[in-house]
């Protein structure tokens, strides 16, 4: 988990509420991404963002929004046009995508630990 | 729909028997990634495979690809209790490497 670090660990949300996952990365990164993992499933990929003031949606966008005004920091709003948001939410970066020499680096991607959120 | 789906979706075994997990995909891919996954927590990644690579081994981890078959397998040889985890294969497609697509999962237990 060294160099991300996704805040709370556990939310509890309200019917009709938005809430704020937070993401923060100092690994130099420029790409982030947002997954959603539900049990015993695999990640479902929610937004990514590759450099910053931009972002693109992934899978499943829809209930959410995302912003990237920094290249440290890449938040996740839940809004309550998500009809189902009680799952585990993990956020991720990637390193840069040519390296010196012109050779493009892997896609490794490193994971923040995850934040858990339930819906009341 | 997912991309990677791994077989078998749980695997039993005993502390120092060998494992093995296997992913197939659908597309064409630039690599293929192996994470692992334990309880609770995030993804930690173990292992990459470019398309023109056959295998690899990393440690106690021996990665396979077929690319005509459009599949891999991921051996962990002499297992230990803390490789109890969930393990997943992530694709990265040719053309769309910035983005990877996970698979469901393999849960592998492994007793003492």
């Known amino acids: 988990d060294g160099g991300i670090t996704q805040s709370p660990k556990y939310l509890f949300r309200k019917e009709g509420q938005n809430v704020t996952l937070s993401c923060e990365q100092n690994?130099?990164?420029?790409?982030m991404y947002w997954y959603r993992q539900d049990p015993g499933q695999g990640l479902r990929l929610i937004y990514y963002?590759?450099?910053?003031?931009?972002?693109q949606k992934g899978d499943i966008a829809e209930g959410y929004s995302v912003s990237r005004e920094k290249k440290e920091s890449f938040p996740l709003t839940v809004t309550s046009a998500q009809k189902n948001p009680t799952a585990f939410y993990l956020c991720?970066?990637?390193?840069?995508?040519?390296?010196?020499?012109?050779?493009?680096?892997?896609?490794?991607?490193?994971f923040g630990p995850g934040t858990r959120l339930t819906v009341l | 729909s997912q991309q990677g789906e791994e077989d078998p979706q749980a695997l039993s075994i005993q502390e120092g028997e060998n494992a093995t997990m296997n992913c197939s995909y659908k597309?064409?891919?630039?690599?293929l990634q192996w994470y692992r996954q334990n309880s609770g927590r995030g993804l930690v990644h173990l292992i990459l495979?470019?398309?023109?690579?056959r295998e690899k081994h990393s440690g106690r981890l021996r990665v396979t690809l077929d690319t005509s078959k459009k599949s891999s397998s991921l051996l962990i040889t002499a297992s230990r209790a803390a490789d109890t985890a969930s393990y997943f294969c992530?694709?990265?497609?040719?053309?769309?490497?910035?983005?990877?697509?996970f698979g469901s999962g393999t849960q592998l237990t492994v007793l003492p």
């Open positions: 991720a970066s990637s390193t840069p995508f040519w390296t010196g020499g012109g050779k493009s680096s892997t896609d490794t991607q490193y």
């Open positions: 690994l130099n990164h420029d790409a």
């Open positions: 963002s590759q450099i910053v003031n931009d972002f």
């Open positions: 597309t064409s891919i630039n690599n």
């Open positions: 495979i470019r398309s023109n690579e």
């Open positions: 992530a694709t990265a497609f040719s053309g769309s490497a910035r983005q990877l697509t």
